[in-house]
């Protein structure tokens, strides 16, 4: 396969850029190897400067549920480039957006729009110590709500990948306010209440986690942490922005019948531009201002670019809810019967084959996985026109677009790895 002109862009960007990539995941530096720099993409394949093409299953970290390019989303932009890309000020788009997410997620009366998922969880977790005049957060091991400075303890995607614990340049006393506990486990939580009394904020939780590779929730894991808030005068912070529209049209919280206080959204609710929201009850979002005393506020927010897009994605998503089952069909094909040595989780169309004999059900389980062997197998599927997350510690995403060939395809190229790794 050649490379030459991915390699030589990389030696340019990483002059330029630190690690050479606008966001560390896409570094490749747990496997090793150039990342690839993308040319475009093409339905559900990505094709690089050297004319490369793979079956994308990152799409673009999970907004991509209709593929690249989607039609309706290239017309939506279209429409807003006649009238502008910023205002700085109100537009229809936003109050339609805001329309469709809250008849869409039951818990969710009022939304505010932000840039990015970061923004959200940041945004929700001031939220939530706004309301409870507390300052403690419980997060879980392994679960990442974005580069937010208190919720990088023991956080997954990039830092659990790269094998970071705790970001440096957070100052201790913001770590402090954070308690991360294994994830599916209720009695750390409430041991965790019983030792900070009326100090926890919040709980904040992947409800199925997909930034320390695919985990869903045990039965009761979510639940009880419902019933443990609500006992703590805490707020549930469910962070939807991988799972919001995508298990479900109104997110993980309407597959397993739980409601969070709070939300946060981000990837599909974009179409694949940079959006994100948080939102909950009228009650709750009444604090944030100019309503409230909760400041957040952001130039960007709610750019009719990426409304549209979103507003878009949306729509075709309401109005074709097979949709839902296709994908999940799709995913549930290609991850059947996997070879010996993989544990597959699945849930919907969040999927992570995790190169090990046992069940994964947190962090520590995930980390049993035999990562060399990773390292080969993505290169290995690289090789075979197939692109998975560059780390064994992150979800795989299908798009509508996925079909019967590209699943035979991965299939063949999983089982011929493993076959090949038998052989020696
Ligand atoms: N949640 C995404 C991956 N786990 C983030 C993507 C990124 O960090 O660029």
């Not at 490749?28 to 559900?44: A, E, Y």
């Not at 005049?133 to 990948?161: M, N, P, Q, W």
């Not at 677009?401 to 076959?419: K, M, Y």
Request: charged letters at 15%; hydrophobic letters at 40%; a negative charge.
């Amino acid at each position: 396969m050649d490379t030459t002109k991915s390699e030589q862009l990389f030696a340019r960007a990483q002059l330029l850029i630190p690690g050479g990539v606008n966001s560390p995941v896409r570094a490749f530096r747990s496997v090793g190897g150039t990342p690839r720099f993308v040319d475009h993409g093409d339905g559900c394949y990505l094709v690089d400067v050297d004319g490369n093409r793979y079956i994308d299953y990152i799409g673009s970290w999970g907004p991509l549920i209709l593929g690249h390019r989607p039609p309706m989303v290239i017309e939506a932009l279209r429409e807003v480039l006649e009238i502008g890309t910023s205002f700085g000020a109100p537009t229809e788009r936003e109050v339609e957006l805001a329309e469709e997410i809250i008849a869409a997620v039951p818990s969710v009366e009022m939304v505010r729009l932000v840039n990015s998922g970061t923004e959200a969880a940041m945004s929700a977790l001031r939220v939530a110590r706004g309301i409870t005049g507390r300052d403690l957060t419980i997060k879980f091991e392994g679960c990442y709500h974005g580069h937010v400075d208190s919720l990088l303890v023991k956080a997954g995607s990039g830092l659990a990948t790269l094998g970071i614990s705790d970001s440096a340049g957070v100052p201790g006393c913001f770590a402090e306010t954070t308690i991360s506990l294994p994830y599916n486990q209720l009695d750390p939580v409430e041991e965790a209440f019983q030792r900070h009394p009326g100090q926890i904020a919040c709980v904040a939780v992947e409800p199925v986690a997909g930034n320390m590779g695919c985990i869903p929730p045990l039965p009761g894991f979510l639940e009880g942490l419902r019933d443990l808030c609500s006992q703590h005068g805490a707020l549930l912070l469910f962070d939807e922005v991988m799972t919001g529209f995508r298990l479900a049209y109104g997110g993980a919280q309407t597959l397993y019948g739980v409601k969070p206080d709070l939300t946060a959204f981000g990837k599909v609710i974009g179409g694949g531009l940079p959006i994100a929201a948080y939102g909950g009850s009228a009650e709750v979002m009444s604090y944030v201002a100019p309503s409230g005393p909760i400041y957040q506020a952001g130039t960007l927010s709610g750019n009719p670019m990426a409304v549209s897009a979103g507003l878009a994605v949306l729509r075709h998503l309401k109005a074709h809810p097979e949709i839902y089952h296709q994908i999940d069909d799709t995913c549930a094909a290609l991850t059947a019967h996997p070879p010996s040595g993989v544990t597959v989780n699945r849930v919907g169309s969040m999927f992570t084959f995790f190169l090990t004999h046992q069940p994964v059900v947190d962090f520590a389980s995930a980390k049993t996985c035999d990562t060399e062997r990773f390292k080969r197998l993505f290169h290995w599927m690289l090789d075979h026109g197939i692109y998975l997350a560059p780390s064994q510690f992150e979800a795989g995403f299908i798009s509508s677009l996925h079909g019967e060939a590209e699943i035979t395809q991965t299939r063949e190229a999983l089982q011929s790895f493993f076959e090949n790794e038998t052989r020696g």
